[in-house]
């Protein structure tokens, strides 16, 4: 083997003794601890909005039962049938206030709601 051949096997050897050894070098980062998750917490007070459409294309038969009341409890006098068609906007809000003890959430709400409903 000639100079040049010996200097290329010289570090050729160097670098691969130099990566076999790298993972023995100490590290200079501290170990990764991860965060401590925190329990939510839902005490505070709140505000919110709601809206959205109503739409209704409802075909209806009343028929009497034998006592005389139609199919969701009302009284009705006689049987009847028709089309209601409805649309419309609803809409409302609410605010309130929550108190988280430990694992149990106490609070207290007040809500109002609308709606802008059209038959035609």
Same mark, same amino acid.
């Given at each position: 083997?000639? =100079? ?8 050729? !050897? ?48 009343? =028929? ?13 006098? %006689? ?5 209601? =068609? ?10 309130? !206030?929550?108190? %988280?003890?430990?694992? !149990? ?13 059209? =038959?035609?």
């Amino acid at each position: 083997m000639d =100079r040049s051949g010996r200097i290329f096997a010289a570090f050729w !050897l160097l670098g691969a003794i130099g990566s076999a050894s790298a993972a023995d070098l100490p590290t200079k980062a501290p170990p990764y601890i991860a965060p401590v998750a925190v329990a939510p917490n839902w005490s505070g007070y709140y505000v919110g909005l709601n809206a959205g459409g109503v739409w209704s294309d409802t075909n209806m038969d009343w =028929r009497l039962n034998p006592v005389g009341f139609g199919p969701s409890g009302v009284l009705v006098e %006689q049987a009847a049938a028709g089309h209601l =068609r409805t649309s419309g906007f609803t809409g409302g809000g609410q605010i309130g !206030l929550n108190k %988280q003890f430990d694992m !149990l959430v106490f609070g207290s709400v007040s809500a109002g709601e609308s709606s802008g409903e059209i =038959r035609c």
